[in-house]
């Protein structure tokens, strides 16, 4: 199956993102998935709250999030929060499937908290939780979940998620480490827009460095199941042939 799939829009990306989700589905009683945040799932989300009922069996997903600000859910900036005004708001969901991060919670305790729920709701494997889905974004800066360049070290971390800052703005944010992101079963980049496509060649061809200065380039899942959702801003600079 190829890896990376280029799309004219973020309406054909979110089709094409919507058939592998359900592919995956499909082989599973019940599958786990951690949900990214940003502008480009938004436009996910909407596409999926317009689908007819049905569509896709939600009964068989349990939502998690890969990161989260740390914020209280009712605030703009809640990835919860967005989900929620742009999808389960739409859908049928048992709340006991929906495990939100608290963002207005101490944010050491709530990465501990978090982390600890993972070890409890997920399967693991050499006592790692690991989730069947990790939805991804990449930041114009190379950040991933909410690991950013300043903070690359807490992508290394022991723990399941820790408490990082947002390099401009200081917000507080919940993050999945490298250690989890990395063990999921399979990992989905969902990435738009022009302001990408040099970070997002730099990855893909893996130009040197590029570890060493965007925690996007760090997901390198054990599974090998690395896909790249991408419209043709993003992969604009790719060498042909990718
Ligand atoms: C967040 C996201 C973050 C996002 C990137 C890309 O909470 O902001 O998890 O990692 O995926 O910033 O965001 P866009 O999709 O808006 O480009």
Redesign the pocket.
Known sequence: MRKIRIYNTAEELNISFTGWLTDILAEKELATIAL??????RLLFDYWARLPEGAIDWTKVKFFW????CVPHTDVES?YGMTKEHLFNFIHLADKNIFPVQGDNDPEAEAKRYGELLNRELESKNGIPVFDIMM?????DG????IFPHEMKLWYSDENCVAATHPVSGQK?ISLTGKVINASSNIAF????EN?AQKVKEIIEQSENAEDKYPAALVQPDSGNLFWFLDNKAAARLTKGE
């Open positions: 990214s945040g940003g502008s480009t799932p890969g990161d989260e600000r990835n991804l974004g990449m930041g114009d950040h991933t979940a909410s944010r969902l990435i738009t827009g990408k």
